[in-house]
């Protein structure tokens, strides 16, 4: 999971609220979560959360990736990447460990690796 230990709680250092719309990248070494729009690419060292108000359009790029909201665009996770209920995704996953819920929509391919296999 994204920089958390046993004895404390996730840290979130960006946040794009609800009804808010960003254009453009964001690029965090953090935690990040999406509750409103983004149109552009989320690259992240940490963990990408997509609420279920999350829209992004473009690429999500990170350690781990949650997402309950909507991504048009390929995602790639090094670590996970937990598809909720809720989630709507159009777009290729590439991940190591993937858990999708039941009612969740994929549409794209899955490509699932070790991580070495990857980082050749």
Known sequence: MAKKSTNQA?????VIGAGTEFVG??????????????????????????????????NVNAYDVSIAGMIKGDT?????IEILSSAHI???ITTKSLC???HAVFQGVCNMNR??????
């Open 100 to 102: 999708i819920d039941e």
């Open 25 to 58: 990248d964001i690029t965090t070494k953090d935690t990040a979560r999406i509750d409103g729009t983004i149109r552009g690419n989320i690259q992240s060292e940490g963990m990408v959360i997509i609420g279920t108000s999350g829209h992004v359009e473009g």
């Open 10 to 14: 996730l840290v979130v250092s960006t």
């Open 115 to 120: 991580m070495e296999e990857t980082e050749k």
């Open 90 to 92: 159009e777009g290729n």
């Open 76 to 80: 790639t996770a090094k670590n996970r």
